[in-house]
């Protein structure tokens, strides 16, 4: 079983930045995957970028790349955000599965309880 802890939420105004940072415990996470989600309100979740054990961060598209940063420290994964727009306002989730990350929700087992972000204009 693994916890994922999700902090760094907050109200910021647009073109701020926030890092939200997720801690992993109950296991260790050699050749799991760990991954952000967002949920916007009224849309279905969506992936955000992710963490393998070795290799290249994954990023939903070029545009968020270009914004957003993730790392990943063992059991730890940070996504930090920069010049951040109204549209980025969600539930930021922490995600850890086996293999590589994948933008396919139900391909998770496990789920932080997420953090709220929210960008005014």
């Known amino acids: 079983q693994v916890q994922l802890v999700e902090s760094g939420g907050g109200l910021v105004q647009a073109g701020g930045s926030l890092r939200l940072s997720c801690a992993a415990s109950?296991?260790?996470?050699?050749?799991?995957?760990m991954a952000w989600f967002r949920q916007a309100p009224g849309k279905e979740r969506e992936f955000v970028g992710g963490?393998?054990?070795?290799?290249?961060i994954t990023y939903r598209t070029d545009s968020l790349k270009g914004r957003f940063t993730i790392s990943r420290d063992n059991t730890k994964v940070y996504l930090e955000m920069n010049s951040l727009e109204p549209e980025d306002t969600a539930v930021y989730y922490c995600a850890v599965r086996y293999g590589p990350p994948v933008a396919v929700t139900t391909s998770y087992v496990y789920w932080g309880q997420g953090t709220q972000v929210t960008v005014s204009s």
């Open positions: 963490a393998p054990w070795n290799g290249l």
């Open positions: 109950g296991r260790t996470l050699g050749g799991y995957a």
